[in-house]
């Protein structure tokens, strides 16, 4: 779930970005409010804040069960905007 959250965030993140910025998480923090047990998750982000350099963007998990959504973690994570051209090739 955790790592659901970091990559969702990230994409959301994207949607606010020129198309030559990468986006790297720099810090994360995840809540788990309840066990996920039914047949799917679905996780949704949202950008909460961006600056010129750093995005804060907040990540909710869900688990599908019987029909409904229940939140089971909640995640803040901390993203940077890189200019493409600034990480270097390997």
Request: charged share 25%; glycine share 6%; aromatic share 6%.
């Amino acid at each position: 779930m955790a790592t659901m959250a970091d990559h969702t965030a990230g994409y959301c993140a994207f949607t606010v970005v020129p198309e030559n910025v990468r986006i790297l998480t720099i810090e994360f923090k995840i809540n788990f409010l309840k066990p996920a047990f039914g047949n799917a998750l679905r996780c949704r982000s949202k950008v909460i804040h961006k600056g010129r350099q750093v995005i804060l963007s907040e990540s909710e998990v869900y688990d599908i069960r019987d029909g409904s959504e229940i939140l089971v973690a909640k995640g803040m994570i901390t993203l940077m905007a890189v200019p493409s051209e600034r990480l270097k090739k390997a």
